[in-house]
């Protein structure tokens, strides 16, 4: 483990090289014990797939008992002291959420791009990419946004030269080896397969996201009129 | 009631951001001057972290319909009160009905306006910051609009008294002021300090001279997320990629293009590109006046450095926080 400082105000946390499921327990293991309020003068850590980012004021750390020419090596050892002996937290089940997707059509106007790609048919491709399970290595790029991994290799397809000016909210792309939703509408790259009718993005809720860093994404198929039905309101 | 009569170039209510959201891609965001805002709202009494109205480049002409105590610091703009220069850096008492016109600015970019109470909308997710790209925060979500209408929360003791002293005296100002631009050792005109960042060894011999004795132009390509600069191309000893993760407020990425990016509050939550220096902390503010087209260098200073200087900041703050408390009681 490695902690590297990101100017004056963070402090990375290093917990492998690679994106792999291995890495992503250590992230979420390490991320519990280090989560808010457990280090003095820490506002906030971030998960991404290989590291913890901590964001601190130097200024409350040295109130905390700092030394004023020493605040990144006093940090430091409270982290690896943490980690070391983390608190005892529950052992939890990863949670396993299914987002029904409308595949093709509109909802999905690159399916047969990445068909061609795969050279597999059109119901293929949606067979094997429900069949697959994801996992959220981690919520960025906008609200809400999950970076998935776990997408079956036949299916990697690279991105449009040209981005879209305008992706609808809900679409389920395909970026190179990446998988995602677009949680709002926003200009993309990625091939879009389908698209889900729920809602990623929740501010009046906590927390305000439908997937969270750790969880199981199950896609399921369903139909425009089933797409329909359980299209969620957008404030 | 504050009415907007006019709204100015990109005027939105901040606060001090919205931190503990970025796991769910959530943008800090918040004044881009967060230290600015904070002596700003501490002149008019106020909690550091009360809504501030941020003003770029052209400010907003406000009506006031009862009375009010407000403070404005951070860029040179030509604000006056019913026709008169408005005092920046200090309480000012504006009478109901009054109206105070930001103008534009001479120099710099950006303006912070604290109003005693601070402004009322409310709180979304732990914050009252304009969070745009979701439509959220501040007041609906957006920059303000003519005919917008702000609240403001009741003042403090403390500025009821400064207003009371004002309005005895016939004054329209006190004469004591708090500048942020005094606390803590200022970098010299045209520079803002730099550390290295944690792939400074990803970058050719090449780039990490220039970075730090290149004079670096700002462009069209900037706003609240962050600011394109234009200079000599910044290269990597070979091509490598990186893997996303958390980016920081002041931290220069260098996409393939070679050219960097600044990023500032309102930046993303996770990046991908190589991150060859970051700005000190102290520094922010400064970044944040540079208009399209001007001139900046970067002076290389180490970690240590960079965080004596944010101490050394705050402890200024502090002195100034104890005196204001002691003059008004």
Not at chain 1, 127 to 155: D, M, N, Q, S, W
Not at chain 2, 32 to 38: E, I, M, T, W
Not at chain 2, 133 to 161: C, I, M, N, W
């Amino acid at each position: 483990m490695q902690i590297t400082p990101l100017g004056d105000s963070a402090l990375v946390v290093e917990l492998g090289d690679a994106i792999n499921e291995s890495t992503h327990l250590r992230v979420q293991t390490a991320w519990r014990a280090l989560a808010a309020g457990a280090l003095p003068g820490v506002s906030e850590a971030v998960p991404a797939y290989t590291t913890i980012t901590l964001f601190y004021d130097p200024w409350a750390v040295v109130q905390a008992g700092a030394p004023a020419d020493g605040i990144v090596e006093w940090l430091g050892a409270r982290v690896r002291e943490r980690l070391k002996n983390p608190p005892k937290t529950a052992k939890t089940k990863p949670r396993t959420v299914e987002v029904p997707v409308c595949y093709g059509g509109e909802s999905g106007p690159d399916l047969g791009r990445v068909a061609t790609q795969a050279k597999l048919s059109v119901e293929e491709v949606v067979k094997r990419h429900t069949k697959a399970e994801y996992r959220v290595h981690l919520i960025g790029f906008a609200p809400g946004f999950p970076y998935l991994g776990g997408l079956p290799k036949e299916l990697v397809t690279p991105r449009h030269a040209k981005p879209r000016m305008a992706v609808p909210a809900g679409s389920v792309g395909i970026g190179g080896e990446q998988t995602g939703i677009y949680p709002q509408a926003t200009p993309g790259g990625w091939n879009l397969i389908g698209r889900t009718p729920l809602r990623l993005f929740r501010p009046e809720e906590n927390p305000p996201v439908l997937l969270q860093a750790g969880d199981i994404v199950k896609f399921r198929a369903i139909t425009p009129d089933e797409f329909a039905k359980l299209q969620e309101a957008r404030p | 009631m504050i009415h907007v009569l006019r709204p100015g170039l990109l005027t939105t209510v901040q606060d001090l951001g919205r931190p503990g959201y970025q796991q769910y891609g959530v943008v800090v965001g918040g004044a881009l001057d967060a230290f600015a805002a904070r002596v700003a709202n501490l002149v008019v009494g106020n909690d550091g972290n009360a809504a501030v109205l941020e003003l770029a480049q052209t400010g907003p002409v406000l009506q006031f319909s009862h009375e009010a105590l407000i403070a404005w610091n951070g860029g040179d703009f030509d604000a006056t009160i019913s026709g008169q220069p408005l005092p920046r850096d200090r309480p000012v008492r504006v009478a109901a009905g009054e109206t105070v016109n930001f103008g534009v600015a001479r120099t710099g970019l950006r303006a912070w306006v604290a109003i005693a109470g601070g402004i009322d909308v409310p709180l979304v997710m732990g914050s009252r910051t304009t969070y745009r790209r979701a439509g959220l925060g501040g007041h609906q979500g957006r920059p303000l609009v003519s005919g917008d209408e702000l609240k403001v929360f009741a003042p403090d003791e403390r500025a009821t008294a400064i207003l009371n002293t004002l309005s005895a005296a016939q004054k329209r100002a006190t004469a004591w002021t708090v500048r942020p631009e005094t606390m803590g050792r200022q970098a010299p005109a045209g520079v803002v300090r730099a550390m290295r960042g944690p792939e400074w060894d990803w970058f050719s011999e090449d780039a990490q001279r220039d970075l730090f004795a290149a004079s670096w132009q700002t462009t069209k390509e900037a706003d609240r997320m962050g600011v394109r600069l234009q200079g000599p191309g910044l290269v990597l000893v070979k091509p490598r990629e990186m893997i996303s993760a958390a980016v920081n407020t002041g931290v220069v990425q260098v996409p393939p293009s070679g050219h960097p990016i600044v990023l500032l509050p309102s930046r993303q939550s996770v990046g991908g590109y190589p991150r060859i220096a970051a700005v000190a902390g102290v520094d922010i503010g400064r970044f944040t006046q540079l208009r399209p087209g001007e001139k900046v260098r970067f002076e290389k200073i180490s970690l240590l450095d960079a965080q004596e200087l944010w101490l050394a900041r705050e402890r200024d703050l502090a002195r100034v926080q104890l005196g204001l408390a002691r003059m008004t009681g």
